[in-house]
């Protein structure tokens, strides 16, 4: 038997301000900073020990993971930093205001760009050139569908998180609303037309215990 806890970082600027975020890298407000500090006292109190913390490469996970880790007596761990754990890239709509592009598309477009498993949002006209991904070999998308931040995400799943769950080794993932998605659709079996009723909130752990076949047995939402 093994748990996975997955998290969504505090409340980052963006998500304050409600925009547009994806790979741009924006730190976590005073009340996200709270909420870390809140998910890593409820980790505390059901005493999970991990064996491995998994984060991005986007300061607002890595800041929660941190104060998490600190708050469960847990900062020894080893971490990974991958960008396949990166929020989904909303491409030309990174930056915006989602009220102003509500407005301007319309809802159903609106709601179709934000929470669809296919759909792409407007593309970027170039790459960005991130340091920190080139000198990954990684291109940094002009703007994903959910389901292509799914398709990055799974490798990572595959290679380094099943592997420990299946050697009975607790695992701590703390990422972003999109990518998180695409986790719980992989372990709910959730089908693409329900997986944009789900919504993962700031801050709230969510534990998966599994079986040795990696089958899940039980999940609760900590709050």
Known sequence: MSQ??????????????????????????????????????LIASHAVQF?????????RAIMTAHIV???ANQLYLPETKSWRLNERHYGALRGQSKDTVRQRVGEQQFKLWR??????????????????????????PRGESLEMAYDRLMPYWQDQIAPRLLDGHNQL?????STLRALIKYIEQIDD??????????????????????NVTDKQVWQ
Not at 119 to 138: A, E, N, T
Not at 173 to 177: F, I, L, S
Request: hydrophobic share 35%; with cysteine.
């Open 69 to 71: 880790l600190a708050e």
């Open 193 to 214: 037309q329900a997986i944009d009723q789900l919504e993962v909130p700031n801050g709230l752990p969510i534990c998966y215990t599994f079986d040795e076949q990696l």
């Open 115 to 140: 929470r669809s498993y296919k759909v792409v949002p407007p593309l970027l006209d170039h790459p960005d050139q991130d340091p920190r991904y080139r000198s990954l070999g990684v291109t940094e």
């Open 4 to 41: 996975l806890v997955i998290l969504r970082h505090g409340e980052s600027e963006a998500n304050r301000d409600n925009i547009f975020t994806g790979w741009s890298d924006v730190s976590l407000t005073e009340k996200g900073i709270r909420q870390a500090h809140q998910a890593g006292q």
């Open 173 to 177: 993932v703390v990422a972003h609303g």
């Open 51 to 59: 064996d491995h913390l998994h984060t991005s490469m986007l300061k």
